[in-house]
């Protein structure tokens, strides 16, 4: 048996780095009204932890019928999992399973305080493996390993602003990033033109999350042209397996939805742009090379963002050391992120269809005060 948990305040709560978190209210209404998610790839038998369990099963019923009658996936509706509330004690059996979106010492607390034995939690020390290879710097450790005709992609840690100055001046436009921040958040956009370099709120921002979390993350400006990213699974014992790709939207760097289709018909949507053999290289480097960081340490999904961008950049982002001349009008960002944790690019996995004539759409939106996951055919 299995305990799924779907607890989206992961990214701010691994930030933190406390046993003692309180999540923002957005993260919590999110819990609260999309707690049902681990249904979709939950087995027989498992549990899924929620804060309502008479809307956990309303939603559920009604999205496991459409996704059944949309695209295909007809083993959804003839299982009602076991929703169990959230605040109540925990009896589990030995030698359960407990899987939540992702590990922070916030959740291992949270466990424990409902009566979980330790002895099915990971360690402290686990946990701050998890939290250290989420930093956005084993990205930029990643990136030179993925380096290949055709990808193109440098980060830096910066610890003082004369670093971002110096970036700058190299790179004209770049992308300062908070080491750990949820999706769309901890992002700003600098030019060495622009006026927030010598504002307060910038500058402090910086200090802020230098004081907090040890420096900033610096990375030259794309010209995206398109988000995608692709899903794996590490099985703790030193293998990494390769699940799909996700293609998917952000609008200010937020998530905003996925793309459900088949594996052949996203892979032939992304190989108008970059080589089929180039994703090929890349997905095999990152088995080898993560199977090699963290596949005995980390069990569970994990998803790499990815991106492709222009490569004729405009003027005032153009600089030799970001771009190289390249016969394609595209290149390959191959290593934007690394999300040590489930991602919405698994739970578009679970509900894509089957049939590479069918297409469709994975939004959440909010809308009356709730969230609310909707699917619909393309």
């Given at each position: 048996m299995t305990l799924h948990i779907f607890n989206p305040e992961h990214d701010t709560a691994l930030a933190s780095g406390l046993a003692n978190f309180t999540a923002p209210h957005a993260a919590r209404q999110l819990r609260h009204d999309l707690g049902f998610l681990p249904a979709f790839w939950a087995e027989r038998g498992d549990m899924i932890?929620?804060?309502?369990?008479?809307?956990?099963?309303?939603?559920?019923?009604?999205?496991?019928f459409r996704a059944a009658t949309l695209f295909g996936r007809e083993h959804?509706?003839?299982v009602m999992p076991e929703f169990v509330h959230s605040r109540r004690q925990l009896h589990i059996a030995p030698g359960s399973n407990i899987a939540p979106w992702g590990w922070n010492a916030a959740l291992k607390a949270q466990l424990l305080r409902r009566g979980i034995s330790e002895r099915l939690l990971p360690t402290d020390d686990q946990i701050d493996t998890i939290r250290h290879f989420s930093h956005r710097r084993q990205a930029a450790t990643l990136l030179p390993m993925l380096r290949a005709e055709g990808t193109v992609g440098e980060s830096f840690a910066c610890h003082d602003f004369g670093e971002v100055t110096i970036l700058l001046q190299q790179h004209q436009r770049l992308v300062?990033?908070?080491?750990?921040s949820s999706s769309g958040r901890g992002l700003r956009f600098v030019s060495a033109s622009d006026s927030l370099l010598s504002s307060t709120y910038l500058s402090g921002w910086f200090r802020n999350i230098v004081d907090s979390q040890g420096c900033v993350m610096a990375e030259p400006y794309y010209n995206k042209v398109k988000d995608f990213g692709m899903e794996f699974y590490s099985d703790g014992n030193g293998t990494i397996t390769y699940l799909g790709l996700s293609l998917f939207h952000t609008q200010n760097g937020a998530y905003t939805g996925n793309l459900l289709a088949t594996e052949t018909k996203k892979r032939c949507l992304i190989t108008r742009y970059i080589p089929d053999s180039l994703l090929d290289v890349v997905r095999e480097r990152i088995c080898r090379f993560l199977a090699a960081a963290f596949g005995r340490i980390y069990r569970g999904p994990f998803g790499i963002d990815m991106m492709?961008?222009?490569?004729?950049?405009?003027?005032?982002t153009h600089h030799p050391s970001s771009i190289t001349h390249h016969p394609s009008p595209f290149m390959l960002h191959p290593c934007v992120e690394i999300n040590l944790r489930r991602t919405m690019g698994h739970v578009a996995l679970a509900l894509s269809p089957t049939d590479d004539d069918v297409m469709g759409v994975m939004r959440i939106e909010y809308t009356d005060n709730n969230y609310r996951l909707k699917i619909n055919r393309l």
């Open positions: 932890l929620v804060d309502d369990v008479e809307r956990a099963e309303r939603s559920w019923q009604k999205l496991s959804l509706r003839q300062l990033k908070a080491p750990w492709v961008v222009s490569a004729h950049p405009s003027p005032i």
